[in-house]
């Protein structure tokens, strides 16, 4: 015997669906699916069917190069509409299932007969005379509280609480960072600037040079033969006499 399911509408229509192969779909595939109100389905089939005839074309061109049109036609389609034909057959039923949902059905029964008319029959007499105090629109719910499976057990028992720590762990040890002294910053005085240098001129000769310290000894101990003598240091422009230097006054 072949099960199938049945779905039934809030209007009370009743629709079987065979669980499995389906040969009315294997043999008309997208005419059936258009018939069972799968619109969507029967265009995709159709669809399929003629890229997949012009992929086989193709193939069938580059093989034989001159076929036959009987030759041409009949590996063409017959390929195609076979292989169609499996996809229907295979997940057509799945696809009316998923349908008839969408469209507002509720799966309800689950029967065992020889065709669709037998399975309306059974259904029809399991829930009018055999089940006449479960009313037909409540199979479905008949259905799911045979299937639930019991309640978990409440658990009685109750672990043990987690011992109590008394002891506290011991702090960890503090790590104390001493920073390493500053240096010590000797402050140095900057050198003194270098003594001027002068050259003086005697008698029309050039002497020199000297420091000022060394002219003004000079000038202590023979201030009569230097006084009309001149003096020059560098970046002056030209010779001066040391009289009128401030620093020999």
Do not use: C
Not at 102 to 119: L, M, P, Q
Not at 168 to 196: D, Q, W, Y
């Amino acid at each position: 015997m072949k099960k199938f399911k049945i779905f039934k509408n809030p209007q009370g229509v009743i629709e079987v669906v065979k669980v499995g192969w389906s040969w009315p779909a294997f043999f008309f595939t997208f005419i059936w699916a258009m018939i069972k109100k799968m619109y969507l389905v029967g265009i995709g089939g159709l669809i399929l069917f003629g890229i997949v005839g012009e992929i086989f074309d193709t193939i069938i061109g580059k093989l034989l190069p001159n076929p036959t049109s009987q030759f041409r036609v009949f590996w063409e389609n017959a390929p195609v509409g076979t292989g169609i034909g499996v996809l229907f057959a295979l997940y057509g039923n799945l696809w009316r299932e998923k349908n008839l949902v969408s469209r507002g059905f509720e799966f309800v029964d689950i029967v065992h007969a020889d065709n669709v008319e037998g399975a309306i029959n059974k259904f029809s007499e399991e829930y009018k005379s055999g089940h006449t105090d479960i009313p037909l629109e409540n199979a479905f719910e008949k259905q799911i509280k045979q299937s639930t499976p019991p309640p978990i057990p409440n658990t009685t028992s109750t672990p043990p609480p987690l011992p109590k720590q008394t002891s506290a762990p011991p702090p960890l040890p503090v790590k104390t960072v001493t920073p390493p002294p500053l240096p010590k910053i000797s402050a140095v005085p900057p050198p003194l600037p270098p003594e001027e240098e002068w050259w003086i001129g005697i008698d029309g000769k050039q002497e020199g040079p000297y420091k000022i310290s060394k002219i003004k000894e000079l000038l202590s101990a023979d201030k009569s033969s230097l006084a009309d003598s001149y003096i020059w240091k560098d970046g002056m422009a030209e010779w001066k006499p040391i009289s009128d230097i401030d620093k020999f006054k």
